[in-house]
């Protein structure tokens, strides 16, 4: 069982930027292409963004290219999402998940189905 702790959410107007974190206590991230996902109210979770073991591997979902920023630091054994420019619509309830079998991002791209287990999650209200 993996199961990932977020933060770094909050209450943000609209311009404005966050930066989650993802954290592994007890496992090591490293070796392990990790995913953002978010789910907002009444739709169903998407993923955000990936990247791969090496840091050099990365995706981002159409609608937030440009704008969030993913990251790794495997020496904190943390992950991040630096969101920028926010939107109203980015609001949900962000989540991160380990990709235990690949080192780097599956492509096209993970459904929510994939993982078994998740985190609370880390909540982003953006106001308009």
């Known amino acids: 069982q993996v199961q990932l702790v977020e933060s770094g959410g909050g209450l943000v107007q609209s311009g404005g930027s966050l930066r989650l974190s993802c954290a592994a206590p007890?496992?090591?991230?490293?070796?392990?292409?990790i995913v953002w996902f978010r789910q907002a109210p009444g739709k169903e979770r998407e993923e955000v963004s990936c990247?791969?073991?090496?840091?050099?591997?990365?995706y981002y979902t159409d609608s937030v290219k440009g704008r969030f920023t993913i990251s790794r630091d495997n020496a904190k054994n943390t992950v991040y999402l630096q969101m920028m420019s926010l939107k109203p619509e980015d609001t949900a309830v962000y989540y991160c998940?380990?990709?235990?079998?690949?080192?780097?991002?599956?492509?096209?791209?993970?459904?929510?189905?994939?993982?078994?287990?998740w985190g609370q999650g880390t909540r982003v209200t953006v106001s308009s």
């Open positions: 998940a380990a990709d235990i079998e690949r080192s780097r991002c599956a492509r096209p791209g993970y459904s929510s189905g994939t993982f078994a287990y």
């Open positions: 007890g496992f090591t991230l490293d070796g392990y292409a």
């Open positions: 990247v791969g073991s090496s840091g050099r591997d990365t």
